[in-house]
């Protein structure tokens, strides 16, 4: 069955260092895979998706992430942190041959010191 | 395009009542989905229609709930006898089935109480 690990569940950084959140996947084919964000209280806002082609994909409000097939990874990057950013962070995997129904981890929760 | 929609956004009920969620899709979508989000945790997939045909429900998904989509538009989601263990955030996304990779746009959420 489809997993997603975040092994991290808490981050803090200062605002304006870099960030890197880590997702690992278990999936048996190409995944589809994303990031979302979601705010206190609030619904989950997409970050930035992979489907196929260039490993490294742009997302929303300065994001990255690179699939990483060998390490079955989807790690997310941001060169500075805003104090903006801090919020709860979800990767997820899309699989077509069940319904499409993602498979999201446990989240990280990003703190930003000022 | 005016996103996802739910209503309410909050419910505070007692146990063993029912309650019913809404959510209104994107209008275009075909696809929609319910999740359960209890805290600390990343959403659980419940089950999902595509236009007015529920295609699939999650073990997650008890006897006690039960979705609809009569129009292929709108859906909602009932939870009779409510129990404590039902108290999460219960997410709805909607997708375009265009024969290709989808992504899911989420709705604001209910946040489900029962005390």
């Known amino acids: 069955a489809q997993s997603v690990t975040q092994p991290d569940i808490h981050i803090t950084v200062s605002e304006g260092a870099s960030l890197e959140l880590r997702c690992n996947y278990s999936?048996?084919?190409?995944?589809?895979l994303f990031w979302y964000v979601q705010s206190p209280g609030q619904g989950l806002q997409l970050l930035l998706k992979?489907?196929?082609?260039?490993?490294l994909v742009q997302g929303i409000k300065g994001f990255e992430a690179e699939f990483k097939r060998s390490q079955s990874s989807f790690n997310l990057r941001k060169p500075s942190v805003h104090w903006s950013d801090a919020a709860e962070y979800f990767c997820?995997?899309?699989?077509?041959?069940?319904?499409?129904?993602?498979?999201f981890g446990t989240g990280t929760s990003l703190t930003v010191i000022p | 395009d005016t996103g996802v929609s739910q209503d309410p956004r909050h419910k505070i009920t007692k146990r063993g009542q029912n309650v019913t969620f809404r959510c209104d899709p994107i209008?275009?979508?075909?696809?929609l989905y319910w999740y359960r989000q209890t805290l600390g945790q990343g959403p659980e997939f419940l089950t999902y229609?595509?236009?007015?045909?529920?295609?699939?429900k999650s073990r997650l998904l008890s006897d006690r709930f039960s979705a609809e989509r009569p129009k292929g538009s709108f859906s909602t989601l009932e939870i009779q006898r409510t129990e404590q263990g039902d108290s999460a955030m219960y997410l709805c996304?909607?997708?375009?089935?265009?024969?290709?990779?989808?992504?899911?746009?989420f709705g604001p959420g209910t946040r489900l109480l029962v005390l």
């Open positions: 229609f595509q236009n007015e045909a529920q295609l699939e």
């Open positions: 209008s275009e979508h075909n696809r």
């Open positions: 999936y048996g084919a190409t995944p589809y």
């Open positions: 997820a995997v899309g699989d077509r041959n069940t319904g499409n129904q993602f498979y």
């Open positions: 992979y489907f196929s082609g260039d490993t």
């Open positions: 996304a909607s997708s375009l089935d265009g024969g290709g990779p989808e992504t899911q746009y």
